[in-house]
């Protein structure tokens, strides 16, 4: 993203935002999406997130620095994932979907919050409790850049295509001949949705979705103070 907002003339300050903002997300939500991955995990009786020491918001476990990359310039990118062994879970397919769901939930969770927050600052600036002012207009972009950044890692990531952690939901309702098949062509799915990424050809699909939950959120974000508008 930050790519695309030099491209269409992005002012410096905007630029500056933006990137403070996936900062945050890099070093704050990308931890907690692979940490509500091992919470589940451990949760339903599997301890290899905890044994490995990654139940932690410590972003130095998480990073993945090309991951991070891609999430500063392009809008999407990803920590190194949490290890879950379904073997330890009394119903694999349920386990590990439930596991996989965590992640984009805590993605949708950080969008609810930062959208509270940046309505609830509109309210008393509508109230005139704070002034309206060019550092405000900073901090709510802050925080509507924040809201935008989450709910575009809960689409990309509910994608059921592998490794993302729709693929993972999927296989709950898919017979084990087709995840076996899966499973044996993972990785080289995993390329070609990479190179299908990088080549724009998903941008109209998840436009659409991004608006649509991102429509959502912003009304319920924006209902608790409606009373001040």
Not at 119 to 129: P, S, Y
Not at 178 to 186: H, N
């Amino acid at each position: 993203m930050l790519i695309s907002l030099l491209r269409n003339g992005g002012s410096f300050i905007n630029v500056i935002v933006y990137i403070l903002s996936t900062l945050l997300t890099i070093f704050l939500v990308l931890p907690l999406h692979e940490c509500a991955h091992g919470f589940i995990a451990h949760k339903l009786g599997d301890d290899t997130a905890k044994r490995e020491g990654r139940l932690t918001l410590n972003p130095l476990v998480h990073i993945d620095y090309i991951g991070a990359a891609l999430m500063l310039l392009v809008g999407f990118g990803w920590a190194k994932p949490v290890p879950v062994n379904s073997r330890y879970f009394k119903d694999p397919k349920k386990g590990m979907a439930l596991t996989a769901l965590a992640g984009p939930v805590s993605n949708l969770l950080a969008a609810i919050v930062a959208g509270l927050i940046r309505n609830g600052f509109l309210a008393l600036i509508a109230k005139e409790v704070l002034p309206w002012n060019d550092f405000m207009m900073y901090v709510l972009m802050f925080f509507q850049f924040l809201v935008y950044i989450n709910i575009g890692l809960a689409v990309f990531n509910f994608l059921p295509v592998p490794p993302l952690d729709g693929s993972k939901i999927l296989m709950a309702f898919l017979p084990d001949k087709y995840i076996f098949w899966i499973a044996q062509r993972e990785q080289m799915i995993s390329m070609i949705l990479f190179v299908v990424i990088m080549m724009g050809g998903l941008n109209g699909i998840l436009s659409v979705a991004n608006n649509v939950l991102g429509g959502f959120i912003d009304w319920l974000t924006y209902l608790p103070f409606s009373w001040a508008f």
